[in-house]
């Protein structure tokens, strides 16, 4: 699904943050990317969402050369990747609904065909009660939960989480992370970024850890 | 559940909240009412300001050119309804054979409805700028002027008319006035294209500023534009959310504009038809005509009106678009 291969990346005329890193995250596939604050884990995320471009190497994003896609291509590349940001972004002037409802109203979806769509995601990640309030209002864990029913509404075949548990308590993170299960379950690819130990103890899955820009995968 | 006590039927709390009936919760709307890009982040004032200017100066041009356009047009006809023929003295020529004689000719010719010629009185006036008052025709060798009046949209063949006369009236020549509308429709026409340069340019400053609006709209949407960018939408769904918006103040800014230049016009043809008896309201009526704008010139005002709405909602789409495509290419 994706593939790197010996790629580096630099910022201006620095040293590489990222050297030499070459995997792949299969298709239904669980893993945690994890390393020291500051390793390049949420640089690597972005190369990932191809919101960056490397100073060297190959990415492939289902089977495409990243370089060779071309702008009015990206959306399509991009609606197939769920991604849950460690500030969340929510839009603060609409509603929890609309903030999840958002990924299907830019495929041009009518909100008749996903009401009861985003209703039920909602109920799922515990926001059934909150769905009509705007994001300043809910608390930090309500904004992570939403946040990733954003992400999930179009059922991703890959899902990006950078610090999903960073702003929530130990049962709310117990939780969180048992919803990223369902979901790769459920057929999708999961990529945590986490410095959390205590969160990746709680499942067994590959681990992607950086460390001074170079990658090593436990399997 | 056995050590509750039943209710006590006829106590009047119990009747009463038995009676009470629990209004029924108003639903919670799932929706805020707020389009994705909030009207209020689009600057909207200025904008506004500046396209009304815009569009009042582009219908003072428009005006301005009509007005021009429809005077010379005006002179135009005035003139090619009439041709002169002059006759100039000889010796040895029967000036009142020549006059009738040319009469004859011109009147040979379809389209030519009249014939007339100028008397000494006439004529002496004509002369008086030049040659004083009082003036003795008898004693000077003045030409004779004939004036051929032509029926509406006739074009007689003057080149055979001129032929005819130069043969059959010695010392003779024909005068179409071609000189005068040649001059008349060249001004004109320099006229158009300056209009019409001066519009283009004001229809460019509008672009420009609706060009830089849009950017500080989108900078100032910078987190709405990234959001949308990373849910998949595309140049085209996030251009229309910024669309929508700048129609909406291109048609407020076109639609003050086009009203302030209508209102003007109004005044000013009022102010002119009020003065026409004085020397300045003559002077500019025969420079001008009359400051009465006609129904097309209106007409064009409205399209000027709907065409800067339009430009403004265009190039703030195409502004988005651009720069969305820039934002979404990898290898930037």
């Not at chain 1, 609904?97 to 996903?114: C, S």
């Not at chain 1, 009509?132 to 954003?150: D, M, T, Y």
Request: proline share 5%; glycine share 8%; with cysteine.
């Amino acid at each position: 699904m994706i593939s790197f291969e010996n790629v580096g990346l630099r910022y201006g005329i620095g040293r590489e943050v990222l050297s030499d890193l070459s995997f792949q995250v299969a298709p239904n596939s669980f893993q945690f990317l994890t390393g020291p604050s500051g390793a390049g884990k949420t640089s690597l995320l972005r190369l990932m969402l191809l919101s960056l471009s490397p100073t060297r190497g190959l990415v492939k994003v289902f089977g495409k050369e990243a370089s060779t896609i071309r702008p009015q291509q990206m959306p399509i590349i991009r609606r197939k990747i769920g991604v849950v940001f460690q500030d969340f972004r929510l839009l603060d002037h609409l509603t929890t609904y609309e903030n999840v409802a958002l990924p299907l109203q830019v495929r041009g979806k009518m909100e008749l065909d996903y009401r009861q769509d985003v209703r039920d995601l909602l109920d799922w990640v515990g926001l059934g009660d909150r769905m009509h309030v705007h994001p300043p209002v809910l608390s930090g864990g309500e904004k992570q939960r939403a946040a990733i029913a954003r992400a999930l509404i179009d059922q991703p075949d890959v899902l990006l989480a950078d610090e999903p548990t960073g702003n929530v308590d130990p049962p709310l993170a117990r939780r969180i992370l048992r919803l990223f299960i369902e979901l790769h379950r459920s057929g999708t690819s999961v990529v945590i970024a986490t410095h959390d130990l205590s969160l990746m103890d709680q499942y067994d899955a590959r681990r992607l850890v950086l460390n001074s820009g170079r990658l090593q995968i436990y399997d | 559940m056995t050590n509750e006590s039943p209710p006590e039927v006829n106590s009047p709390k119990t009747s009463a909240k038995q009676k009470t009936v629990k209004p029924k919760r108003q639903p919670k709307p799932l929706r805020s009412g707020q389009s994705i890009v909030p009207r209020e982040t689009v600057a909207g004032t200025a904008l506004v300001f500046v396209i009304g200017i815009m569009t009042f100066l582009a219908c003072l041009t428009l005006g301005a050119v009509s007005m021009v356009n429809t005077s010379a047009a005006k002179w135009q006809n005035d003139i090619s309804r009439e041709v002169t023929i002059q006759i100039r003295p000889f010796d040895d020529l029967e000036m009142e054979k020549a006059i009738k004689d040319a009469s004859r000719i011109a009147l040979t010719f379809n389209g030519v409805s009249k014939v007339t010629a100028l008397n000494n009185v006439e004529t002496a006036r004509l002369l008086e700028p030049w040659l004083g008052a009082g003036l003795q025709l008898d004693e000077l060798p003045v030409p004779k002027l004939l004036t051929v009046t032509l029926a509406d949209g006739a074009k007689p063949d003057f080149a055979k008319m001129r032929e005819q006369l130069e043969i059959q009236v010695p010392g003779s020549t024909l005068d179409d006035h071609r000189t005068w509308v040649d001059r008349l429709t060249t001004m004109a026409l320099t006229m158009v294209a300056i209009g019409t340069t001066v519009f283009l340019l004001m229809m460019a400053a509008t672009v420009t500023t609706v060009i830089f609006a849009t950017r500080g709209a989108m900078a100032g949407n910078k987190d709405v534009v990234d959001v949308l960018h990373f849910v998949g939408a595309d140049s085209k769904f996030i251009s229309r959310q910024f669309q929508k918006h700048f129609l909406i103040l291109g048609l407020k800014g076109a639609a003050s504009g086009t009203l302030g230049a209508i209102i003007l016009f109004i005044i000013l043809g009022l102010w002119s038809s009020g003065s026409l008896a004085t020397p300045e309201g003559d002077q500019i009526s025969a420079l001008f005509g009359t400051f009465s704008l006609s129904w097309s010139g209106y007409f064009w005002m409205i399209i000027v009106l709907l065409l800067v709405a339009l430009l403004t909602a265009f190039t703030s789409s195409f502004t988005v678009q651009r720069q969305v495509n820039n934002l979404q290419n990898y290898r930037r």
